[in-house]
């Protein structure tokens, strides 16, 4: 599994070294843009808009718009500085809460946390204390150049991290359009709904629910897979800018040199028989 951050996880002082692996992955199915005429691939350009020109990696900046088209430039040296200076490998603990007192609208993102070298009997301590007082801690890291606020808890016998959000990257509720202020529900109907509810009640298990979306979007893909198969056109693409074209034009001159000479040779041959 691949290792996506490596440092150390620190309660009191407890010192864990660690390894951060990505708990979960997106299965959407991609698909390709073709051209429709040709079935050739879409690409995509990074253009100037004031020069109309395509750009390279090297020639862009990164930059803040603090108002329209107000912006502040940020040196690339400068954000890495800022970076060296926030990205601390070791992650502290600084509290311990109940896992219920966290609504779920805060979590964003979930690691696995292994043990590295020398780290398991710390490791170990760290999972039986969470299991045996209930709690999560709640602690600090920057992923990504990413200051994150995450919580560490205990699943299936490991630790596992969750990324979440900072209480000013929730958007207020109270900005949420057209939510009735009193309870408008009928006594009979609430009485059916809860009756609909107690029914429909189980113990959760993850693996009974499955992406039908996408299982159907894979078998109409393997029918039309072994039926027919487009095959992207194998047409050059047309010189668009000026090395290309210089190339072209200096291609084209020595083409036409050659007919000349060619030409001369003949009208020669031609004069003297």
Not at 165 to 192: C, G, W
Request: charged share 30%; hydrophobic share 35%; aromatic share 6%.
């Amino acid at each position: 599994m691949h290792t996506v951050w490596k440092g150390s996880i620190s309660f009191g002082l407890v010192n864990i070294p660690v390894k951060l692996h990505t708990a979960t992955e997106n299965k959407d199915i991609k698909l390709r843009q073709l051209h429709k005429d040709c079935n050739t691939p879409i690409s995509y350009k990074k253009v100037c808009e004031g020069c109309n020109k395509e750009v390279k990696d090297t020639d862009i900046v990164k930059a803040y718009e603090y108002a329209k088209n107000k912006f502040v430039v940020l040196d690339a040296e400068e954000l890495e500085n800022l970076r060296k200076e926030n990205e601390d490998k070791a992650v502290e603990i600084i509290d311990f809460v109940k896992i219920e007192e966290i609504d779920p609208i805060y979590f964003d993102r979930s690691y696995f946390l292994s043990p590295d070298t020398t780290g398991s009997k710390a490791y170990s301590l760290l999972r039986k204390t969470l299991e045996e007082s209930g709690k999560i801690g709640v602690a600090k890291i920057v992923i990504r150049s990413k200051e994150q606020l995450a919580i560490v808890r205990v699943y299936k016998d490991y630790l596992v991290m969750e990324t979440i959000h900072f209480p000013d990257e929730v958007r207020n509720v109270a900005d949420v359009p057209n939510i009735p202020s009193e309870q408008i529900a009928v006594q009979k109907e609430l009485d059916t709904a809860l009756l609909l509810v107690d029914q429909l009640t189980t113990v959760f298990e993850p693996t009974k629910y499955t992406d039908e979306y996408r299982t159907a979007l894979m078998e109409l893909i393997e029918v039309k897979k072994a039926n027919s198969t487009v095959t992207a056109s194998d047409k050059q693409p047309v010189p668009n800018n000026v090395t290309d074209l210089m190339t072209a034009l200096q291609a084209s001159l020595d083409k036409t040199k050659t007919k000349k000479k060619a030409t001369t040779r003949k009208k020669a041959t031609k004069k003297t028989s």
